[in-house]
Nanobody, 116 residues
Framework: QVQLVESGGGLVQPGGSLKLSCATSGSILSINSMGWHRQAPGKQRELVAVITSGGNTNYADSVQGRFTISRDNAENTVYLQMNSVNYEDTAVYYC??????????WGPGTQVTVSS
């Protein structure tokens, strides 16, 4: 089992920045990739960014150039640096992990609200 806990969510102004963190525990050596998903009210959950064990990254078109996903393997932590945020970035953000066995894990989520 893998446990994920997000932190860093909160209120941020349009154009501002926010950095989310995701701490991992449990069978962390089984993780092949990690990522961030988000779900806004009334909308489907969508992939925001993903990073593989090899360091490859992928981003949703809506956040490309503004968000950066990164890892700190020594601390077993993944980050999402959010820059130039806009109202459409308001959502619950979920940390996700995929194991080499095909299992998918989700954190409880953290609220990000972009408001002036």
């Amino acid at each position: 089992q893998v446990q994920l806990v997000e932190s860093g969510g909160g209120l941020v102004q349009p154009g501002g920045s926010l950095k989310l963190s995701c701490a991992t525990s449990g069978s962390i050596l089984s993780i092949n990739s990690m990522g961030w998903h988000r779900q806004a009210p009334g909308k489907q959950r969508e992939l925001v960014a993903v990073i593989t064990s090899g360091g490859n990254t992928n981003y949703a078109d809506s956040v490309q150039g503004r968000f950066t996903i990164s890892r700190d393997n020594a601390e077993n932590t993944v980050y999402l640096q959010m820059n130039s945020v806009n109202y459409e970035d308001t959502a619950v953000y979920y940390c996700t992990a995929r194991s080499r066995y095909g299992s998918r894990y989700w954190g409880p989520g953290t609220q990000v609200t972009v408001s002036s």
